[in-house]
């Protein structure tokens, strides 16, 4: 476990994971450029949904306390608004919408 837990920091590097569109998906974790779906940490990955690119910063930053934190904050801020968990509302949302959604849980942070 990390001693050293930066919840802006690493919701930063989420978002810019997942910025672009071709870099996020949906009903997969994650997926190689095939578009076949593959855990998150596989090196052929290229998109991963929002809960993935979480996932992946935690297992590439060992940050695991960064990691709880913003996905607390994602849960208990921002989907308790629209009354969908991070993979629902991935899976039902337009990529905008998403990033719109990491960047209210990064006010959040501020």
Same mark, same amino acid.
């Not at 991963?48 to 996932?55: N, T």
């Given at each position: 476990?990390?001693?050293?837990?930066?919840?802006?920091?690493?919701?930063?590097?989420?978002?810019?994971?997942?910025?672009?569109?071709?870099?996020?998906?949906?009903?997969?974790?994650?997926?190689?450029?095939?578009?076949?779906?593959?855990?998150?940490?596989?090196?052929?990955?290229?998109?991963?949904?929002? %809960?993935?690119?979480?996932?992946?910063?935690? =297992? +590439?930053?060992?940050?695991?306390?960064?990691?709880?934190?913003?996905?607390? *904050?994602?849960?208990?801020?921002?989907?308790?608004?629209?009354?969908?968990?991070? %993979?629902?509302?991935?899976?039902?949302?337009? =990529? +905008?919408?998403?990033?719109?959604?990491?960047?209210?849980?990064?006010?959040? *942070?501020?």
């Amino acid at each position: 476990m990390s001693v050293y837990t930066n919840p802006r920091a690493f919701a930063d590097r989420v978002l810019k994971r997942i910025s672009q569109p071709e870099n996020w998906t949906q009903r997969a974790a994650a997926r190689t450029a095939t578009g076949a779906v593959c855990p998150v940490w596989d090196p052929d990955a290229v998109c991963w949904c929002l %809960i993935g690119a979480c996932q992946i910063e935690a =297992h +590439a930053s060992k940050d695991w306390n960064a990691y709880s934190l913003f996905s607390r *904050l994602l849960d208990d801020k921002v989907f308790e608004k629209t009354g969908s968990g991070g %993979i629902e509302f991935n899976d039902n949302h337009s =990529h +905008a919408e998403v990033l719109g959604k990491v960047k209210e849980a990064m006010e959040e *942070l501020s």
